[in-house]
């Protein structure tokens, strides 16, 4: 079975430009989370979704930053001004129900110039 | 809030020798769910071991377990026979037994602490 699938897996970009990581869950899996790893930060939780509802988006960081579920198997995190303090890489993960472990994607590289 | 502190920001074993990971974590919550995740240097978050809180009998996984002190929130990881494909990052991460809107809630993760296996 295929895993949690991100893309790209490296962005480089110029500040001031609108960025959009990619998350394909696995099949049948309900929930739906994004992390951020930087060195400074180590690993912390964005936002997370549950049968494609936002159920918590406290550590999305600043309005420029917007998640969304446009169906159950798919999902986006956009940064709409980019800037150079958003370097980092990002993770999706997926869980199947309540109790079970999440499966994490290999994770986007962020580079803003 | 959760919080999860891992004490050791390096760690260094011989190969073939056991090392024990430490990992706290402060929560005012009875049902939770406790993870070790490995990260090496392809930067794969990996799942280790898992570890529900209303059992008492620590998790194990071939040459990984946990000793698992509820009562001292504390969760560490020993690595029996190290190896040299051990050698990654090791985050201890904590979720909350609550499930949310028919789903699961986030993980809270510690620092880390990186695993050098040597020769």
């Known amino acids: 079975d295929a895993g949690v699938i991100q893309s790209p897996r490296h962005e480089v970009t110029e500040m001031g430009q609108e960025v959009t990581l990619r998350c394909k869950l696995i099949?049948?899996?309900?929930?739906l989370f994004w992390y951020r790893q930087t060195m400074m930060r180590g690993l912390e939780l964005l936002i997370y979704?549950?049968?494609?509802?936002?159920?918590?988006d406290s550590g999305m960081p600043e309005d420029r930053f917007s998640a969304k579920m446009p169906n159950a198997s798919f999902s986006t995190l956009k940064i709409q001004p980019s800037e150079p303090r958003d370097s980092a890489v990002y993770f999706c993960?997926?869980?199947?129900?309540?109790?079970?472990?999440?499966?994490f994607g290999d994770g986007t590289r962020l580079s803003i110039l | 809030a959760q919080t999860v502190t891992q004490s050791q920001p390096e760690m260094s074993v011989q190969e073939a020798e056991t090392v024990t990971l430490s990992c706290t974590y402060d929560?005012?919550?009875?049902?939770?769910?406790l993870f070790w995740y490995k990260q090496p240097p392809s930067r794969q978050m990996i799942l280790v071991i898992r570890?529900?809180?209303?059992?008492?009998q620590n998790a194990t996984e071939n040459r990984f377990s946990v000793n698992f002190q509820k009562a001292a929130k504390s969760f560490s990881l020993k690595i029996s026979d190290s190896q040299l494909g051990d050698a990654a990052m090791y985050f201890c991460?904590?979720?909350?037994?609550?499930?949310?809107?028919?789903?699961?809630?986030?993980?809270?993760f510690g620092k880390g602490t990186h695993l050098i296996i040597q020769p």
């Open positions: 979704f549950n049968n494609n509802v936002p159920i918590d």
């Open positions: 993960a997926s869980s199947l129900t309540g109790n079970q472990p999440q499966h």
């Open positions: 991460a904590y979720r909350s037994g609550w499930y949310s809107g028919g789903g699961a809630d986030g993980l809270t």
């Open positions: 099949s049948g899996h309900n929930s």
């Open positions: 570890q529900e809180a209303y059992k008492q």
């Open positions: 929560t005012s919550e009875s049902d939770y769910y």
